[in-house]
Structure formats: C-alpha cells, structure tokens
C-alpha cells in the first residue's frame, strides 16, 4: 500500500512540477517579447532624434541612405539584448518536469507483486 501512494504522489509532483516549468517558459516567453519590444521602440525613438537632428534631407547629405541608417540603428539596438536573448533560449532549453517511469517501477517489483 505504501508503494501506491508513494506512485501516487510522485505523479502528483510531476505534475506540480510540469505546471510549474510550463509557467516558468511561459514567463521567459513574455521578457523575450517585452525585450523585442524594447528594442523596437529604442530603434524607433533613436531613428527619430536622428531624423530630428539631420532634417528630411540631412541622411542623404551625409552618403547615407534612411535604410542603411536604420539598418546601423537596428544592429547597434540589438547588440545589448544579443546575451538576454541567448540567456533566455538556455533558459527554456533548461526547463522540464521529469516525467516518472512508473512502468520501470513496477518492472523491478514484479516478482514481488506475483509473489
């Protein structure tokens, strides 16, 4: 009887424990979006002080087109939340419930079980 409810609780842990990781994945999920959004609106507000400051015809002036200026702004945007970013995919990789082999514990006390 002890064995039942040592079964028992263990598929309870593990779905404690798989409530929990998909929690824990779902709230890496939401600082990853937040995390693009920021970066969106850093790209956003820093391509506006540029055109603010230039003018509408100061990017051309300069031998750069608006693409390549937002191209430049993208890519230095991204460089601090390159290291989040891979934080958080070891993060995900990283999370899980290990699921109980209930069939392996009763495999080994089979003989006991017959007996």
């Known amino acids: 009887m002890s064995q ?5 609780t263990e598929i309870l842990d593990y779905k404690k424990a798989k409530n929990q990781a998909k929690s824990d994945r779902k709230k890496v999920l939401e600082q990853m979006a937040a995390d693009e959004v920021a970066k969106t609106n850093l790209v956003k507000k820093t391509l506006a002080a540029q ?3 230039y003018g509408a015809s ?3 002036g300069r031998g750069m087109t608006e693409g390549a ?3 430049r702004l993208q890519d230095e945007a991204e460089e601090p ?3 989040k ?3 958080n995919m070891e993060k995900l ?3 899980k419930a290990n699921k109980p082999n209930l069939l392996k514990k009763v ?3 089979f003989d006991e079980l017959v007996g």
């Open 69 to 71: 200026v937002l191209k």
């Open 85 to 87: 970013r891979r934080a």
């Open 93 to 95: 990789k990283q999370i």
């Open 51 to 53: 055109r603010a400051r």
């Open 58 to 60: 100061g990017m051309s």
């Open 81 to 83: 939340f390159k290291e």
């Open 107 to 109: 495999l080994s006390r």
């Open 4 to 8: 039942v409810v040592s079964d028992v």
